[in-house]
Structures are given as C-alpha cells and as structure tokens.
C-alpha cells in the first residue's frame, strides 16, 4: 500500500512535461506581443512591492520639495531694509532665478504629489505596465528635484 502513494505524490511533484501556454501553430509571436503581455500580465507580489517603493519615494520627494519651498535658499529677509518685505525670500533680489528655482520645486511638488494620489485613491494598478509608468514618473520627479538642488546650489555659489 506504501508503494502506490509514494508513486503519486512524486507524480504531484515532478514538473509538467507540456508547457502551460502553447504558442500559435499559425503564427509565431512578435516583438510587440511578447513585450505586452510580459508587461500587462499581474504578478501582485511585484506590483505590491512596487506600489509601496514608490509611495515612499514620492512621499520623501514631496516632503523635501516642500521644506525646501518652505525654506527658500538663502533663507528670508529678517529686517526690512532696502525696500523688502519681512518673510520674502532673500532669492527674490533676482526675481528670474527666483521664478526658475519655484518653477522646478513647484513641478517636483506637483508630480509627487500626483503619484502619492494615485497609489492611494484605489484605482486598480493591478499590470506591470501601469506600474512602469509610475516609476518613470517617480524618476522624472526626482530629476526635477536635482534640477531644483543644482539651482538651489548656483544661486548660493559666488560668481566666477
């Protein structure tokens, strides 16, 4: 009796001799159709691990673009002298560096916060590609925030 269920249960565990999908007998696939549904089938454990990398990376971006237009490089005027205002930043004494460091702190802020909204309205993000097209997104707002450094680091440079 020991015999027949030792044979079944190594049956159980020993690997399909067919493949589970068969490809087309009519046509091979292409490039575009391998890329889609290697990129559109759900593998959740990725994409929940992905979801959650990309909630953090985009709420530390959206919390240091915010601190840093909270606390504008150079600080804030703290005496009102030579026609400024208290409270205005130091960097509007050159209102076109100034308009280009809030430009690109306002895209970094926009754009994380945007991903932040995403990811936790419930819309069901449940393929790769939805996923590959929030990390791009998640990239482009870090590259924003370097952007937004470089310039922070240009207007407290000396000149020369």
Same mark, same amino acid.
């Given at each position: ?49 992905? +979801? ?6 985009? &709420?530390? /971006? #959206?919390? @240091? ?60 993000? +449940? ?6 097209? &929030?990390? /791009? #997104?998640? @990239? ?21």
């Amino acid at each position: 009796m020991e015999a027949p269920n030792t044979q079944l249960h190594q049956h159980h565990l020993s690997p399909r001799p067919e493949p589970l999908t068969k490809p087309s007998p009519h046509k091979p696939k292409g490039f575009v159709s391998r890329t889609w549904a290697r990129y559109v089938n759900a593998d959740n454990n990725w994409i929940e691990k992905q +979801r959650g990398i990309l909630i953090l990376a985009a &709420l530390a /971006v #959206a919390g @240091l673009s915010f601190h840093s237009g909270i606390n504008p490089p150079g600080g804030t005027i703290t005496n009102s002298e030579n026609g400024y205002s208290l409270g205005d930043a130091v960097l509007t004494r050159d209102m076109d560096q100034f308009n280009q460091f809030v430009a690109y702190n306002s895209l970094t802020m926009v754009t994380s916060l945007a991903i932040v909204l995403v990811l936790v309205s419930g819309v069901p993000l +449940r393929n790769k590609f939805w996923m590959w097209v &929030l990390t /791009v #997104a998640t @990239l482009f707002a870090m590259l924003c925030m370097v952007a937004t450094y470089l310039h922070s680091l240009s207007t407290m440079a000396p000149d020369g």
